[in-house]
């Protein structure tokens, strides 16, 4: 039974961003499952409603709130209101993000940039304000959703942009562990490998993308976002109480090859 209590969120709040589909949806799912309340944070309101009320009617308890993680006063509005109405904020998932393929040298400023501001940027600005928040109150966990391209320079797609932000990702997460270790704010990453979402849809449906994508994939399949979202959960439950600052690769084994 204490093992169990481990793995359990009752009485907890978790944000999570991008969280109207894709693996969002099966993160906050999952943390609803485990007992918190999940608030669906996402640019996209009128799924976000829709995916809360979802959850709600499988027994979960949820809320939408729409968020642009770009926007910082859009950031600071929602803590606030967070605080406000649920006394603290216990958990924060950095999981919005986009991908633009495109060779390095025909890349739009705007495919760089977009990215950047989203992927990396937005895990930023979003852990700032919630983090600052959750040292305020004496602590919290914060899972950012890197990728196994924050580590290797994944092949045949071009993604310059998407790669640079991952490993950016990954190495904010350990400067934020260690920045924020004492103050009882765990910062963790889970890199997923290929999942089948609407990210993936492109390389999905293009025959040579994805014959490489599953040669390259031990496994020989792709991921489920409920199997990324196990492992949000670990890190943002009491099981992982002495892990901060690690990235857990989620991926069929690719970055093992
Ligand atoms: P997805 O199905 O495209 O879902 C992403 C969600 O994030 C969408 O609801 C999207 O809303 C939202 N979003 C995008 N920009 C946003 C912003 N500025 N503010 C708030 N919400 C925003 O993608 P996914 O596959 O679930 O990806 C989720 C995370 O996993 C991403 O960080 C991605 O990089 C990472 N990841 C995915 C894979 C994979 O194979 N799928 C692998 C490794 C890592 P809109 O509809 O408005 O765009």
Redesign the pocket.
């Known amino acids: 039974m204490t093992g169990d209590a481990d793995f359990r969120l009752d009485s907890k709040v978790a944000v999570v ?9 099966a993160v906050a799912e999952r943390l609803a499952a485990a007992g918190a309340h999940v608030v669906i ?4 309101d009128a ?1 976000a409603a829709l995916t809360s009320a979802a959850i709600v009617r499988s027994g979960g308890t949820a809320s939408a709130l729409p ?4 926007d910082r006063d859009q950031i600071a509005a929602a803590v606030e209101h967070l605080a406000a109405t649920h006394g603290r904020i216990d958990v924060l998932v ?6 633009r393929n495109a060779p390095a040298i025909e890349m739009s400023p705007d495919d760089w940039q977009s990215v950047i ?3 990396l940027g ?1 895990v930023f600005h979003c852990s700032q304000a919630f983090g600052r928040r959750m040292i305020a109150d004496g602590g919290g966990a914060i899972v950012n ?5 924050g580590e290797v320079a994944v092949y045949p797609q071009p993604q310059v942009s ?1 790669n640079a932000a ?1 490993a950016g990702v990954n190495l904010l997460t350990k400067s934020l562990a260690v920045e924020w270790a004492k103050q009882g704010v765990r910062v963790n990453a889970v ?10 849809l492109r390389g999905r449906s293009n025959a040579d993308w994805f014959g490489t994508w599953m040669r390259m994939t031990p496994m020989g399949r ?2 489920e ?1 409920r199997e ?1 979202a196990n492992a949000v959960l670990f890190l943002a439950a009491d099981a992982s109480s002495y892990i901060t600052g690690t990235v857990l690769t989620v991926d069929g084994g690719y970055t093992a090859l």
């Open positions: 961003t991008g969280a109207a589909r894709g693996i969002g949806r944070a996402d640019r996209d799924e968020l642009d993680v770009t950095n999981n919005a993000g986009i991908v501001d989203i992927d937005g959703i890197s990728s196994i391209c998407y991952k890199a997923p490998g290929y999942v089948g979402t609407e990210l993936t792709l991921g976002p990324i």
